[in-house]
């Protein structure tokens, strides 16, 4: 009845600071802070760390791997733990200030069709010496174009208008108009948009209406 009437329910215990560990590690630590003798507090500091290394395994490829598992130990006593720590220790503060807001980028191409990492890449060439090797670069770039604007629901396009969007991406630093070569064909893109589940579903639909008809013994 004594052991019933003293069940500690998780509602009425204190609130986990780092879960993970669960709730006898933290006795742990809560019981590391309250003790007098720094010798012996540092004793159990260490065991507690050496412990959660054992309990943590996949830090173990971390940089910084005993650093980290020091501050969750500060952490956990809610930086009330008095002991001689190896590493640095991270204030409070630190930890509680907000980081600053990220910059996302703000893109708005002209073609959006080709994407911003076609605009990427063409800063990329622009920046290489004259070449074979930035030629090469340049026609793999506009043969990409024509696959991703054949790929915005056209069924072709003039290899003159991959040239002049390339012109204006690049602004001016690539001319392949005056080449006079050809990019891949577009039939050659195409091809792959063709469906392959169309006639593998008909078949497929034949064959079970095919054995509706079969009696099953």
Known sequence: MNLVENLEYNTERSKLIIPEYGRHFQ??????????????????????????GNIQPHLRDVPDFHHKLWDQLFIMSDFKLNVESPFPITSKEVLQKRPEPLEYPQNFPKYRFYGNNIKRMIDVAVKW?????RAGLEYAIANHMKKCYLNWNKDTVDDKVIFKHLYELSNGEIDLATDGENLTDSGQFLKNRVAKTPRNSSSKKSQRNHSRGKKRY
């Open 27 to 52: 006795k742990m630590v809560d019981y590391a802070v309250t003790i007098e003798d720094d010798e012996e507090r540092n004793k159990v500091a260490n065991a507690i760390v050496s412990v959660m």
């Open 129 to 133: 010496e004259k070449g074979d090797k």
